[in-house]
C-alpha cells in the first residue's frame, strides 16, 4: 500500500545537539512538506519541496534545515539554532497543484531534555 | 490577510448527538476547501474537499456545506460516536501560490 513514513515516531533531543526526522513516500508525489503543531496552534510551515533538489522556506523556516536529494524522501534537521524544537511535527506529500490535498505521515513527537 | 478561523475551539457531546463545527475565511481568490480529522498523536487524514461551485458534500456521517459569498463552512457529525473524539482541521487553497491556509481545529470529545 502507498503511503508516507515518518520516523522515529518519538525522539529525545539535548539542548545543542541536532536531530534529523525522517519522511519517506512511495505514492509518486512531487511535492513534500514539514509543519511544526504546538497546541492550541495551526500547523504552521517550515519548508517544502515541489521538486527533487529543490525546496523552500516556510514561514518558520530558522533553526531547521532540509534535504529533498530524491523524489521519495524529505528528511528534516533541528538544528541547535533551533531555540524552541519540541513539538509535533508532521510530514506531507501532495500531487503538484492546489486541487490535490495532503497525505500526512503520522508526525514526530519531538522533546527536549 | 489570508486567515482561516474555526469556532468552536473544543467542544463536548455525548455519544448519538449531532454537532456542527464552523470554518469561516478570508483566503482569496479560493481554489478549494477540505476538512481534516486529527486524532491523537496521528497526522490527519481528509475527509471532504469543496470547490467553489460544490454546496455540499457527504463522507458517511459526515456531511460538509460550502457558502463561497460568505466564506463560510461547517462540517455537521450525525449520530456521533466515540470514535469521532478528534480535532477537526479546516484548510483552505487559493488560487494563486503555493500556499495552504490551516485553520487551528476544533477538539471535539464524545462521551458515554
Known amino acids: 500500500d502507498g503511503g508516507i513514513t515518518q520516523s522515529p515516531k518519538y525522539l529525545f533531543r539535548k539542548e545543542g545537539q541536532n536531530v534529523t526526522l525522517s519522511c519517506e513516500q512511495n505514492?509518486?508525489?512531487?511535492?513534500m512538506y514539514w509543519y511544526r503543531q504546538d497546541p492550541g496552534q495551526g500547523l504552521r510551515l517550515i519548508y517544502y519541496s515541489q521538486i527533487v533538489n529543490d525546496f523552500q522556506k516556510g514561514d518558520i523556516a530558522e533553526g531547521y534545515s532540509v534535504s529533498r536529494e530524491k523524489k521519495e524522501s524529505f528528511p528534516l534537521t533541528v538544528t541547535s539554532a533551533q531555540k524552541n524544537p519540541t513539538a509535533f511535527y508532521l510530514c506531507a506529500s501532495s500531487m503538484t497543484g492546489r486541487h490535490y490535498g495532503y497525505t500526512f505521515g503520522s508526525g514526530t513527537r519531538l522533546t527536549v531534555v | 490577510k489570508n486567515q482561516v478561523e474555526q469556532s468552536p475551539q473544543s467542544l463536548i457531546i455525548l455519544e448519538g448527538k449531532n454537532c456542527t463545527l464552523q470554518c469561516n475565511y478570508t483566503v482569496s481568490p479560493f481554489s478549494n476547501l477540505r476538512w481534516y480529522k486529527q486524532d491523537t498523536g496521528r497526522g490527519p487524514v481528509s475527509l471532504t474537499i469543496m470547490t467553489f461551485s460544490e454546496n455540499t458534500k457527504s463522507n458517511g456521517r459526515y456531511t460538509a456545506t460550502l457558502d463561497a459569498d460568505t466564506k463560510q463552512s461547517s462540517l455537521h457529525i450525525t449520530a456521533s460516536q466515540l470514535s469521532d473524539s478528534a480535532s477537526y482541521i479546516c484548510?483552505?487553497?487559493?488560487?494563486?501560490?503555493?500556499?495552504?491556509?490551516f485553520g487551528t481545529g476544533t477538539s471535539l470529545t464524545v462521551i458515554p
Open positions: 484548510v483552505v487553497s487559493p488560487n494563486t501560490g503555493n500556499q495552504f491556509y
Open positions: 505514492l509518486n508525489h512531487d511535492a
